[in-house]
Structures are given as structure tokens and as C-alpha cells.
């Protein structure tokens, strides 16, 4: 079992910027890909960005290619979600994930660990 932690999440004006943290705490997550998911409220969980193992991959939505970055710390187990320009319909509870191969994806049934979540909100 991989226990998976995110952090950062808050309430923010619509144009602010936040940086999400996720620790996963077992050695495993520096092997395999990372991703974030997002599910506001109503609506399905949809995919938001991941990461390869070795940093050199990511994926974005396109809802948010552009004003989110993902990335990536092996030596801590850690993976970020930098978030700029956020709009209210960034409002969401944003879930890490780890994956159970190296190679990043976006499909929610390749991730094997999910933390709880961290809320988002962002007021117009």
C-alpha cells in the first residue's frame, strides 16, 4: 500500500496562483508515473495532468494546458501541481495519484494509490 498525501489546497481569487503538494510515502512513487485529478462538485472525477517516472513526460487537459504545470521531486517522494490564472471553474477537490507503471497516462484506472483530496476554490 502506497499512502498518498496531498496539501495546498485553499480559497483564492479567480486570477491568483496556488502550488499543490503530493507526498506519496513509499519508494515506490519515484518509479512510476504521478498524475492529478480534479471532481467538483456534481461531476465526475476528470483528469488534470501527469508526469512520467524520470520527469520528462507530462500530459495536460486542455482546460488547463498553459496555467497548470506538473512536476516532480524522485528524491522526495514528491510530485507538484503548479496552478496560475485559476478561474472558478477550477474549483474542484484536486486527488493525486500513483500510477502503476513508469510511462504517464491519463486514463484514472492506471493509478493504483489515491490520496483523499485537498479543495480548491476560487471566487470570481
Known amino acids: 500500500q502506497v499512502h498518498v498525501v496531498e496539501s495546498g489546497g485553499g480559497l483564492v481569487q479567480a486570477g491568483d496562483s496556488l502550488r499543490l503538494s503530493c507526498e506519496a510515502f513509499?519508494?515506490?512513487?519515484?518509479?512510476?508515473?504521478m498524475g492529478w485529478f480534479r471532481q467538483a462538485p456534481g461531476k465526475e472525477r476528470e483528469f488534470v495532468a501527469s508526469i512520467s517516472w524520470n520527469n520528462v513526460i507530462t500530459y495536460y487537459s486542455d482546460s488547463v494546458k498553459g496555467r497548470f504545470t506538473i512536476s516532480r521531486d524522485n528524491a522526495k517522494n514528491t510530485v507538484y501541481l503548479r496552478m496560475n490564472d485559476l478561474k472558478p471553474e477550477d474549483t474542484a477537490v484536486y486527488f493525486c495519484?500513483?500510477?502503476?507503471?513508469?510511462?504517464?497516462?491519463?486514463?484514472?484506472?492506471?493509478?493504483?494509490?489515491w490520496g483523499h483530496g485537498t479543495q480548491v476554490t476560487v471566487s470570481s
Open positions: 495519484a500513483v500510477s502503476g507503471a513508469p510511462g504517464t497516462t491519463t486514463n484514472s484506472d492506471d493509478y493504483h494509490y
Open positions: 513509499e519508494r515506490i512513487a519515484s518509479s512510476n508515473a
